[in-house]
């Protein structure tokens, strides 16, 4: 989802012509300093109210849907939906999909950045691994779809900052009678990663102390380990 963008030089350009900053002339007994800042505030207010300027995300993601068929392989199960690079398209995607909390049991969406699909093969995924909030399915009519919202929120702005390299997305389970959340991250060894990102997540979310816990991922080959972190 792209879109034809003036440069912001040119945009600027568009702009002082049309509004005669260009002209040597103009308002010329004032201050520099000060019709500077007064070109600054008008150039910028030109840009927040230009419809067809967009403003890009720091990373481009993407949004997937998963749909439990019992005839189909699990992968075929996981569905690929868009890309979105811009703020205004992840908006666009997020008010035409269904609520969270009105999907079907058996239903998930997940986020990932845009080169890491939502599976563990994946070899960005391979040694990671995710923190988990159990909610029960009292939480629909609650706290499930402001979870998720700002959880997305927090992934597309950035909030994990100098850990954000490590946060890959961040999945969702509608199950009959728990739901789960989880964020999905790599380097699953490393604690000390890991912990500020929980504790930040933990943070975003507005969550108790010991709500969420951190696993590696399980293909099935580690059966029986506890959860390695809590927070
Ligand atoms: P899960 O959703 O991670 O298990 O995987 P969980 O958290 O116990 O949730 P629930 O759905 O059981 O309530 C459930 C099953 O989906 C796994 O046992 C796998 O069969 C399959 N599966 C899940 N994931 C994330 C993957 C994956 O990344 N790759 C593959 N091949 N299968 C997966």
Redesign the pocket.
């Known amino acids: 989802m792209t879109t034809e963008l003036a440069t912001p030089s040119e945009h600027q350009n568009n702009h002082q012509q049309k509004s005669g900053l260009s002209d040597p002339t103009w308002q010329a007994d004032q201050d520099p300093q000060q019709q500077q800042s007064q070109q600054q505030t008008i150039v910028a207010q030109s840009v927040l109210t230009d419809p067809n300027i967009k403003f890009p995300l720091e990373n481009s993601w993407s949004f997937w849907f998963y749909k439990?068929d019992k005839s189909k392989s699990?992968?075929d199960n996981v569905k690929f939906i868009t890309t979105v690079d811009f703020v205004e398209d992840f908006w666009g995607v997020y008010n035409h999909l269904q609520l969270v909390s009105k999907m079907s049991p058996g239903c998930?969406y997940m986020f990932f950045k845009k080169d890491i699909p939502?599976?563990?093969?994946d070899p960005q995924?391979l040694d990671g691994g995710r923190w988990?909030l159990n909610l029960d399915k009292k939480y629909r009519g609650t706290s499930l779809d402001v979870y998720w919202l700002n959880t997305l929120l927090a992934l597309i702005g950035d909030q994990f900052m100098d850990e954000s390299a490590y946060v890959n997305g961040v999945?969702v389970?509608i199950?009959a009678k728990?739901d789960?959340i989880?964020l999905w991250t790599k380097s699953a060894k490393d604690v000390d990663v890991q912990m500020k990102i929980g504790q930040k997540y933990r943070e975003v979310l507005g969550l108790k102390e010991g709500m969420i816990t951190y696993e590696e991922?399980?293909?099935?080959s580690k059966k029986n380990e506890a959860p390695l972190l809590k927070c």
């Open positions: 439990n699990w992968k998930d939502p599976m563990w093969e995924n988990v999945w389970n199950r728990m789960k989880a991922h399980d293909d099935g």
